[in-house]
């Protein structure tokens, strides 16, 4: 798709698999995915979509996440990731830049390999907060992830941390929305008076765009989580703004629109 001149695609690199009921809650009802039937599989699973974008927008070739990397453990399942590029017609060695939304693992896959960084000419940038939440400090109460430190530390020689709002490339501006994760980051595409929003995980499940009290267990900060997903989703309803999270079907582009006082999600 493309947002004025840019163009925006999505990478896959596999899937992950979870109990909707056990991620994903409304406090105080006890199966509120009953309401949803067509958001999960017959047995209750929520599938999420793993990988990241290809944003093009000048001479730069951005990723927005980097997917899972080669990770089976019967939940994710990733390893798709290059040939997704490389069916853009982009290897690694073309991508300018890397940015990710937060630091999970299933966002970071394809960061390094063995040690290795897998994007040899990019500049990888993360909001600040996530790499001391992640790498350096740690929470002050827990350690940082020993596992988030070797695969993210290979990236120091490339490596720009931003604390701020504001362009990364041209038409790409970065907006921190902590909950989440410390250094959540959505990702704004604007180009000719069009928009999209890149939102990462600060929504998981296009539920959560229609239902205001969903609460995600991966979130460091519900409250603030909260918050952010309900301030973006009230920010593009009933306007010409499309969204995207990072586990949506097929990675879809969609716009929130509101009926009967409610939201909800519809796919383009």
Known sequence: MKVGDIEILPVFDGVGREVAAEVLTRPG?????????GCVDDDGVLRLPLGGFLVRTGDRVVLVDAGVGGIDN???SGGGFLDSLRGHGV?????TDVVFTHLHFDHVGWSSRKGIVVFPN??????????????T???????????????LAPLQPQLELFDADGPLAPGLDARHTPGHTPGSTVYVVSDRGERALLLGDVVHSVVELAEPDWQAV???DPVAASAA?????????????LVVGAHFPELRFGRVLRAGGERRFRVI
């Open 218 to 220: 991966f979130d460091v």
């Open 74 to 76: 019967g939940k994710y």
């Open 137 to 151: 400090d740690g929470d002050g109460e827990q350690p940082p992830d020993p596992g988030a430190v070797r695969k």
């Open 229 to 241: 997903r309900n301030r973006l989703a009230d920010e593009v309803a009933d306007t010409p703004d």
């Open 91 to 95: 290897g690694p060695e073309d991508v």
């Open 29 to 37: 009802v006890d199966d509120p995915w009953a309401c949803h039937p």
């Open 122 to 135: 990019a500049t990888y940038r993360v909001h600040a907060a996530d790499w001391a939440h992640f790498v």
